[in-house]
């Protein structure tokens, strides 16, 4: 087993793991999405040799992120929603600002900062080639959760 993510816990479950595809399709195809046990659209994302799992509908107004640009910001591998561009990490699901630490500079300096975990990862393994998704299920609320329910999952995913 190769763990592929850093999202969620440690241990790997596989009663609770949900199969999304094969590895190589998944790489072919760079993301896919899928309802997971019937409650939940998740993106997978393959970049860089690494696998990634999130909710699929942006936290700030439910934007289809399977569309996003992926970019690095201050070293951090970001989702860049393709609605506000607002910045998601991959690994942690953090939304990404950028501040100005001194306003009456010239020029400005400008450098990114964390709004926290906005968007909610999910954990992933690959076991001979098939790829699988272990739903987060911390009780805590994230704000990606209010664009999971059955109203938004009815509603298609536009660019
Ligand atoms: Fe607004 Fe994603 S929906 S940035």
Redesign the pocket.
């Known amino acids: 087993i190769s763990q592929t993510s850093s999202a969620s816990s440690s241990s790997s479950n596989l009663s609770t793991s949900h199969f999304i595809g094969r590895k190589e399709d998944i790489v072919k195809a760079g993301r896919v999405t899928k309802l997971v046990n019937g409650c939940r659209d998740v993106l997978v994302v393959h970049h860089q040799g690494q696998l990634y799992a999130m909710d699929v509908r942006?936290?700030?107004?439910?934007?289809a992120?399977q569309y996003g640009d992926i970019e690095e910001f201050n070293g951090r591998l970001c989702i860049v929603?393709?609605?506000?561009?607002?910045k998601i990490t991959l690994a942690e699901g953090e939304s990404l600002y950028q501040a100005v630490d001194d306003p009456t500079a010239k020029p400005l300096r400008t450098y990114w900062r964390s709004k926290g975990v906005k968007q909610r990862v999910h954990k992933v393994t690959e076991v001979n080639g098939d790829v699988y998704v272990m739903l987060n299920d911390s009780g805590e609320a994230i704000e990606s959760d209010v664009y999971q329910t059955e109203k938004y999952r009815r509603a298609s995913l536009k660019a």
């Not at 942006?58 to 934007?63: F, P």
């Not at 929603?81 to 607002?86: D, F, G, L, R």
């Open positions: 942006c936290y700030h107004s439910g934007g992120l929603c393709p609605w506000h561009k607002y």
